[in-house]
């Protein structure tokens, strides 16, 4: 059975960092792309980061997040990271994890949330004024 949990999310300052985890079992995330999703009330849901091991998949940052977030992976831990940096209170949401999800390169012309096939619970963000 394929398990994802998110952890990590809480409330920060505008400007704060927060690490997301996202701990996998029954699936091995080094051989599937791995996103980062978020969904804020009353709207739709935002992939926002797209991550693999694998050497011909790109890697895909959403323009709202992009040279502040930042996605890795510890394949001993089969665990994936997602370092939020300078959040703004817009980035508040619910944030999860999915694997495996489309392709990295398809990211900016297709929905990432349609080829998902596993997701965790989600983990709140808060960012405050």
């Known amino acids: 059975q394929v398990q994802l949990v998110e952890s990590g999310g809480g409330s920060v300052q505008s400007g704060g960092s927060l690490r997301l985890s996202c701990a996998a079992s029954?699936?091995?995330?080094?051989?599937?792309?791995v996103g980062w999703f978020r969904q804020a009330p009353g709207k739709e849901r935002e992939g926002v980061a797209c991550?693999?091991?694998?050497?011909?998949?790109?890697?895909y940052y959403s323009n709202s997040v992009k040279e502040r977030f930042t996605g890795t992976g510890d394949n001993s831990k089969n665990t994936v990271y997602l370092q939020m940096n300078n959040l703004k209170p817009g980035d508040t949401a619910v944030y999860y994890c999915?694997?495996?999800?489309?392709?990295?390169?398809?990211?900016?012309?297709?929905?990432?949330?349609?080829?998902?096939?596993?997701w965790g619970q989600g983990t709140q963000v808060t960012v405050s004024a």
């Open positions: 029954g699936i091995t995330l080094a051989h599937y792309a």
């Open positions: 991550f693999s091991n694998s050497p011909y998949s790109a890697t």
């Open positions: 999915a694997a495996p999800v489309l392709r990295c390169s398809d990211w900016a012309t297709k929905n990432p949330a349609s080829g998902a096939r596993y």
